[in-house]
């Protein structure tokens, strides 16, 4: 167990997914929650922490402690993105970001598709430094994918017991999808809840692959890979017919991918380098052979091939 908690994994794989990371945070930020500020506009006495902020002793927020957390967690974020100082910047990054959480969290509504993440921000500092493109594998930085791979499968899985738990077989048999579909549901949605008991079949379908998703850590390598190209197609077909968006789980599904082959400053440098290619600017003038020497032999002409 240990060994496959610890299976080595490229450094260049380590430095590729805590820089998209921690961009996700950034852009977390700014694209996806940036709601959570309007929060210090309700008032204080509808705050109502989590546990884990009840525990902690948390402030109430406002909106200087808001626009600490945001603007801090946003320069911070995009600092630890470069890979320095992983430890130092990667647990400020997980604390700010963890607090931001649970000021979005605590009127109300709870985000399942943030586990995962969460997960990877808490494990990224102990990973150690990686330095892009590095070959050299690392026990600790295998350890930090996996276990963020664990909580991709976790959110699954739970997800599944949870729709059991709360909803029993009538989740199955219910009308989950199609209230889904009134209320925000895209016209692919439409067409496709104009077939008779599909939606149901799909209800079924949900509920087996979230069940059967810790089986990916049984497949071998390039069915492993195919399998989570099946989980990035089950959320691209979610958000074209439901528009619900798991992009902080999606950020997170990347641990299992070999992100140490995406090098998209090594693909820049070489398009400029072939852009900047004198051979690219035509052909170059082309050298007369020298005259013989006076009173010398006269070379002779070379015979067209096959004479």
């Known amino acids: 167990m240990i060994r496959w908690l610890t299976e080595p994994v490229p450094r260049g794989r380590v430095a590729a997914f805590r820089t998209?990371?921690?961009l996700f945070v950034a852009a977390d930020l700014v694209l996806f929650t940036p709601w959570v500020r309007t929060r210090v506009a309700v008032p204080g006495e509808l705050y109502q922490p989590l546990l884990v902020g009840r525990l902690l002793p948390l402030p109430t927020p406002t909106p200087a402690v808001v626009g600490v957390i945001f603007w801090a967690l946003l320069v911070l974020a995009l600092l630890a993105a470069t890979g320095?100082?992983?430890r130092l910047l990667?647990?400020?990054v997980f604390a700010l970001y963890f607090e931001w959480m649970i000021v979005a969290m605590s009127y109300g509504k709870v985000d399942h598709d943030r586990f995962g993440l969460l997960v990877a921000?808490?494990?990224l500092p102990t990973a150690g430094r990686a330095r892009h493109g590095d070959p050299t594998r690392t026990e600790a930085g295998g350890w930090a994918l996996r276990v963020t791979q664990i909580a991709v499968v976790c959110t699954y899985f739970l997800a599944a017991w949870a729709k059991l738990?709360?909803?029993?077989?009538d989740w199955l048999t219910g009308s989950v999808l199609a209230r889904a579909i009134i209320r925000r549901g895209t016209e692919l949605a439409d067409l496709i809840a104009s077939v008779p008991?599909?939606?149901i079949v799909a209800q079924f379908g949900i509920v087996a692959f979230e069940l059967a998703s810790p089986a990916i850590f049984l497949l071998r390598r390039r069915w492993r890979l195919y399998t989570v190209g099946f989980f990035?197609?089950?959320h691209l077909v979610t958000f074209a017919t439901i528009t619900i968006s798991f992009a902080p789980h999606l950020a997170a599904m990347t641990s299992f991918l070999p992100l140490e082959r995406v090098r998209p400053l090594v693909w820049a440098r070489r398009l400029v380098g072939r852009r900047r290619d004198p051979a690219d600017d035509g052909p170059a003038d082309v050298a007369a052979p020298p005259a013989p020497p006076r009173?010398?032999?006269a070379v002779a002409e070379p015979e067209p091939a096959g004479q």
Not at 165 to 169: D, K, T
């Open 232 to 234: 990035y197609s089950f």
């Open 197 to 199: 008991y599909l939606l």
């Open 84 to 86: 320095r100082a992983p």
């Open 20 to 22: 998209l990371i921690y």
């Open 90 to 92: 990667g647990w400020a």
């Open 165 to 169: 738990r709360f909803g029993g077989l």
């Open 121 to 123: 921000l808490a494990v």
């Open 295 to 297: 009173g010398g032999p």
